[in-house]
């Protein structure tokens, strides 16, 4: 009974063990062969360099305002020393009869405190703590910039199936209609001219299929990229493209948006008021320095024993010529400044315009939809009475072969359309400062059911 026992509990480890494995292999497949658009923003926030090195900058930067900081802090130093000196030498003040000291030892500790430095410490710390705020909107920034990029690589994936799957069915229609084509030419129907045109449009078909296909490739491979997976695996997306497709806001509200809610813009006022107080530490170096300094430590000698020293004083220093580094530091710190205004300001004018821009594509593919819907039905209904037509010998097959290319051509200009009205919002978000939502996506691709 004992052995049995034992017997179940390992069939039930090993068990265990076996679906544990199928679970994390089917995670991992989940993971990076069927990523959804929401699946690959949070992979791309999680493992995109760009954003990881600019999450890193912050780092960075509190530690320089760590360093600025420490200014107000007194700073403690350790000296020690020992010396061997000839008792022959010349002392100060020319000979002397008496003997002196040839070995010296020396130990203390020398603290200075800053009183007073024309405000350079202070404004530098100011300029330092604003510098990391600034550099948190440039994440921020980055963020969307990577989020944008990524939305655009995964409709431009899932638009390259589709036009695939188009291509897929367009090579089917002209193989039926190539056959339908030798059966009336064998029967005398019509002419060789009727049956190498649809012999043509069977190759330019093929054509397509394999253009499509490497589409798909590289499209899979841009995706994998802008998303900066770590691994070097094969990536594919489920999902579809949007369905549901509202009208953008107007341009003056979307830009009153942009203003409040865009990163950029925030940086760039983070960075001029840091600049501001750069020109002011600048500034400081016009003004004297006062300190606070003192040591207390104890010097040995073979002659005369040893002995406790302290000293306590106030500093003042006060450079009155530097060769004009002062001012020139000044003159950096107040063109950098202006130099960021204009910055600023040009900003101000190109992002208006990339807003303009985003809105226009945004709208032009939402209406692009409503025709391309209307024209794709039209040309399906073209398509199958001019087959009908030319069954009964009322059409002829270039009548067919231009309807084929037609419905193709309507069917691609609406994926088109789609994929461009997803990509579109996507940009109008990125640039007004918020994050990209999850356009509604259709199940069926509209066309022949």
């Known amino acids: ?117 024309g405000l350079k410490t202070y404004y530098n710390t100011q300029a330092a703590r604003t510098g990391t705020q600034a550099q948190r909107q440039e994440v921020h920034k980055t963020a969307l910039e990577v989020s944008y990029n990524v939305t655009e690589a995964f409709y431009r994936l899932v638009e390259a199936k589709e036009n695939l799957q188009v291509a897929h069915e367009a090579l089917k229609e002209r193989e039926d209609f190539a056959k339908l084509t030798e059966a009336f030419f064998n029967a005398g129907k019509v002419t060789r001219l009727d049956n190498f045109r649809a012999q043509s449009q069977v190759s330019q078909a093929e054509q397509a299929v394999v253009e499509a296909q490497n589409a798909v490739c590289l499209a899979r491979e841009i995706l994998a990229s802008t998303i900066g997976l ?36 925030k940086r760039l006022d983070l960075e001029i008021s840091q600049s501001r107080s750069l020109v002011k530490a600048a500034q400081g170096g016009y003004l004297p320095e006062v300190s606070l300094q003192a040591t207390s430590d104890f010097r040995h000698r073979d002659l005369g024993g040893t002995k406790t020293e302290w000293l306590a004083a106030v500093f003042l220093e006060y450079p009155f010529f530097e060769g004009g580094l002062t001012k020139a530091q000044v003159a950096k710190a107040s063109s950098q400044y202006l130099q960021l205004m204009e910055k600023k300001r040009d900003r101000l004018n190109s992002l208006k315009a990339d807003l303009t821009t985003a809105w226009k594509d945004q709208e032009n593919s939402r209406q692009g939809v409503s025709t391309a819907r209307q024209t794709l039905i039209t040309n399906e209904e073209a398509y199958a009475s001019a087959l009908a037509l030319y069954r009964y010998g009322k059409a002829i097959a270039l009548d067919v072969l231009t309807a084929q290319v037609e419905l193709t051509r309507s069917r691609l200009s609406l994926i ?18 918020s994050d990209p939502a999850t356009v509604s996506s259709r199940k069926p691709r509209e066309g022949n059911k």
Request: proline letters at 5%; glycine letters at 8%.
């Open 1 to 117: 009974m004992l052995s049995l026992l034992q017997g179940w509990k390992f069939i039930l480890s090993v068990s265990f063990v076996i679906i544990g494995c199928i679970g994390n292999t089917t995670a991992v497949g989940q993971d990076f062969h069927a990523l959804s658009l929401e699946d690959c923003l949070a992979l791309a926030r999680e493992q995109n360099p760009v954003l990881t090195a600019s999450r890193d900058r912050v780092r960075e930067l509190v530690a320089d305002y760590q360093a600025a900081r420490s200014k107000f802090f007194p700073h403690l130093t350790l000296l020690s020393f020992y010396d061997r000196q000839p008792t022959n030498r010349f002392a100060a003040g020319g000979s002397t009869p008496f003997a002196l000291f040839k070995r010296e030892g020396y130990a203390g500790i020398a603290g200075k405190q800053l009183v007073f430095d």
């Open 230 to 265: 770590k691994e070097t695996i094969p990536v594919d997306v489920r999902g579809h493209l949007p369905q549901q497709f509202t009208a953008a806001p107007d341009i003056p509200t979307l830009w009153q948006e942009a203003l409040k809610n865009n990163p950029e813009i």
């Open 416 to 433: 088109s359309y789609q994929a461009g009205y997803g990509i579109g919002r996507a940009r109008v978000q990125q640039l007004v400062g």
